[in-house]
């Protein structure tokens, strides 16, 4: 669906990204209601001490997610 | 007095926006904590007077982003909006936004005023936004959106006058169409709207839409929903996503308007600077680690001075009820089945209140949401969720409230994994039963000069209890299957301090769930106990003052020995006594005798009775008395041995049975109210009591 394959999951903390869109219906209703808009800005905070969930600023406050629900979202940089 | 009027209004908005806060700010302590009728979601309602002549009732619905529900809290929502003739229907709803974050809050505003529900905007933490630099034009928000907009300062409560005048005006709903339908489905939507008779057509497309989680919807309704739904090729989500889209864009263009100036990003660096402490990879763990000790201290300590102020009490109203009332079966019933039988209740509740205050504090300054993120991973290795771990922490005071507290665990599997392994955590009632049987068999002796043996032991039991909560949860991973997917999408809030008003309104709400949940079931089958352990058949009962005079001629009647004596051969040949003796052959094998096998029966209702039948079987009377009980126990001779009765290999056997078995029938009384039926409660049972009974064979043959 995006050419460029890369999501949320793979920032680094700090890293800012664009979000494009989702690979994964069921989910992509749940992100959105939460403020992951297509073309609006997501910031990489921290991860949890196993890597999993991880933080992330978007739409004006921090989110909790996991890696699972992170691979979903597409993104520019 | 003048005739009052009454209007309902619910409050809505997502969660952490401050709703609480705002409802405990506007009807103080006249507030009462019920259910939906069919559901087990907490419904919250209080009474707040708006002016001599008008009361509201208002209604503190579940935090949510929006109609489209994730969890059983969530649905609750989506039904009370879309049921316009059922009782939770508000007249008037008062939206609660996070300033903030005003985006996020806006989405349930957009799809109440597609509603047609007349909604009051309350602008909630205005201070916050201010300080963070941001600040709104009000007038404009009012304008754009068609709905009247009020600053308030929830915490502080700031604002709830203006909000209660604002409430007695008439309201109308919003002229503004946010939402367009998409043209193809127009046809059902205006089919249902017709056949249903609503008033908007987004009413008709949520109809559409969530026709399976509105449970007031009769099956002849819900099939021609269904059916036009197949016609026109709508199901449930397909549109979600657009809508959810179309509304950012529309809550964008009123932001863009609005801002005047907007938040400094800087604003939030304190809490980002506090989550590199919180959760560190190692700090995070220890500060948690020694979050949970302080709780646990607390429990034991803080709880100890009121909970014997109320033992002794009850002890006390007991005695005295039996020896001021008439004689007779009924007052006897009062004065040992009911009496003891809510001091068994009573007990619990400095412990509970305790737990809860700091679970309260915890989650009121954003620290519970960390201990969620830090969690996850880790519990989800065991098939549950980062937010099992405050019910699981909750189950060391009472599974009742800990079983309560899933309800905010969206994923099903999840959740009832969490109920299920919860009445493993140690809880309080198991100490009392913990504290006598290690006392007796564990010497009070330290090792290294600072570890006692005793408290070790104690320590060890809840260890092993959180351990076959844990494997339990483990292997019901790899059984049970579920198509429904598990996520954790969680708002992380800012770090602040606490309401305290809103910790106490927390107490007292967990409390009296606590009281009215497992009162009466303890009650009721206290009093059942009760029954089964005085009366028996009637010729041995009658005949035990003769049959204890043969036997112990030199005691004298009336004086209290002789008494003692008399209950404990009552309470031998009583039912609780035959049943007793019934099980032993099954229990021999555990290293128990009858006696125990009634302490077995007894503590059926709650564990803690273990010890008061102990004391009555072994005829001291009603004392609870620890180290009378402790002296008796251990002089306690048996007969097959010689040695004493209570070993370590009988007295381990027991702490381990303690451990695992059910023995709890008000969290089977939850259980099955919380899961539907009484498939989850009896499996349960079976299950626990059958590691119970195992592990404490296995403990016995071992040790003996």
């Not at chain 2, 112990?552 to 003692?564: A, G, Q, T």
Request: proline fraction near 4%; charged fraction near 20%.
């Amino acid at each position: 669906m995006v050419a460029n394959n890369k999501t949320v999951a793979d920032m680094i903390p700090g890293e800012t990204a664009i979000i494009v869109g989702f690979s994964d219906e069921e989910i992509a209703v749940k992100l959105l209601e939460m403020g992951f808009l297509p073309g609006t800005a997501v910031r990489f905070n921290f991860t949890a001490p196993f890597g999993d969930p991880v933080c992330v600023s978007v739409s004006g406050y921090d989110l909790s997610l996991r890696k699972d629900e992170a691979c979903v979202i597409s993104i520019l940089n | 007095m003048s005739a009052t009027t009454k209007i309902k209004v619910a409050l809505a908005g997502k969660p952490n926006s401050g709703k609480s806060s705002l409802f405990n700010q506007l009807t103080g302590l006249n507030q009462k904590v019920g259910n939906f009728p069919g559901v087990t979601v907490d419904k919250r309602t209080g009474i707040a007077e708006l002016d001599e002549f008008t009361n509201a009732e208002i209604l503190d619905l579940p935090g949510t982003y929006s109609l489209y529900p994730r969890s059983l809290d969530e649905k609750i929502v989506a039904e009370v909006f879309a049921d316009r003739k059922g009782v939770h229907f508000p007249d008037k709803v008062v939206l609660v936004a996070d300033t903030t974050n005003l985006k996020n809050c806006f989405l349930l505003l957009t799809q109440l005023i597609d509603l047609k529900i007349p909604t009051i905007l309350a602008l909630n933490m205005v201070d916050v936004a201010a300080k963070s630099g941001m600040s709104i034009d009000i007038k404009v928000l009012a304008s754009l959106f068609d709905v009247p907009v009020v600053f308030i300062n929830a915490r502080k409560g700031q604002g709830i006058e203006k909000l209660k005048k604002m409430l007695l005006q008439p309201l109308k709903a919003s002229d503004k169409k946010i939402f367009a339908i998409a043209k193809e489905i127009m046809p059902a939507v205006e089919m249902v709207k017709v056949e249903l008779g609503l008033s908007s057509d987004y009413e008709a497309y949520q109809f559409l839409q969530q026709k399976d989680h509105y449970q007031f919807l009769s099956d002849q309704q819900r099939k021609f929903i269904k059916e036009l739904g197949i016609q026109h090729n709508v199901f449930p989500g397909k549109y979600q996503g657009a809508e959810t889209i179309l509304r950012y864009g529309f809550i964008q263009e009123v932001l863009n308007k609005i801002v005047i100036r907007s938040a400094n990003p800087e604003w939030n660096k304190r809490s980002h600077q506090l989550d590199k402490i919180f959760t560190h990879k190692i700090g995070g763990y220890l500060i948690f680690f020694s979050v949970l000790f302080l709780i646990f201290q607390s429990i034991f300590t803080m709880a100890q001075i009121p909970m014997d102020f109320i033992d002794s009490s009850f002890a006390n109203l007991a005695n005295y009820l039996s020896k001021n009332l008439p004689e007779g079966p009924l007052f006897e019933m009062i004065a040992q089945g009911i009496v003891p039988g809510i001091g068994g209740i009573v007990i619990f509740i400095p412990q509970i209140a305790i737990l809860f205050a700091f679970i309260a504090i915890l989650e009121e300054t954003g620290y519970m949401a960390r201990v969620v993120f830090l969690m996850d991973k880790i519990m989800r290795q065991f098939g549950l969720n980062g937010k099992s771990v405050v019910p699981l922490m909750s189950g060391w005071a009472c599974a009742i409230p800990a079983i309560l507290a899933t309800r905010t665990i969206e994923n099903w599997k999840d959740r009832l994994i969490t109920i299920f392994v919860i009445p493993f955590m140690s809880c309080s009632a198991r100490l009392p039963v913990f504290a006598i049987l290690v006392a007796l068999i564990v010497p009070d002796d330290y090792v290294l000069g600072v570890f006692n043996l005793q408290g070790i032991a104690l320590m060890g039991l809840y260890l092993l209890g959180f351990l076959a909560a844990i494997l339990s949860a483990w292997v019901m991973k790899i059984i049970l299957k579920s198509k429904e997917r598990s996520f954790l999408i969680m708002e992380m809030p800012s770090y602040r301090m606490p309401k305290w008003s809103n910790v106490g309104y927390t107490i007292v709400e967990k409390t009296k769930a606590f009281v009215f949940e497992a009162g009466k079931v303890i009650l009721a089958i206290s009093i059942i106990l009760w029954v089964l352990a005085s009366y028996g058949p009637s010729d041995e009962m009658n005949k035990a003052k003769e049959v204890v005079h043969a036997q112990h001629p030199e005691l004298k009647v009336s004086h209290d020995e002789f008494n003692n004596e008399v209950a404990a051969y009552k309470l031998e040949h009583s039912y609780a006594g035959i049943i007793g003796k019934g099980i032993e052959p099954v229990i021999r094998p555990l290293g128990y005798d009858w006696k125990i096998g009634i302490a077995l029966i007894t503590s059926f209702a709650a564990r803690e009775v273990f010890v008061g039948t102990i004391a009555t079987i072994y005829s001291l009377g009603s004392t609870e008395e620890q180290s009378t009980i402790k002296k008796r126990l251990q002089n306690e001779i048996n007969p097959e041995t010689g040695g004493p009765r209570f070993t370590p290999a009988v007295g381990f056997s027991l702490l381990i049975f303690y451990t695992f078995a059910m023995q709890c029938a008000s969290t089977l009384a939850v259980v099955k109210r919380e899961t539907k039926g009484w498939k989850w409660p009896i499996i349960q049972l079976v299950y626990m009591t059958t590691l119970a009974y195992v592990f404490a064979l296995i403990t016995f043959q071992i040790l003996s």
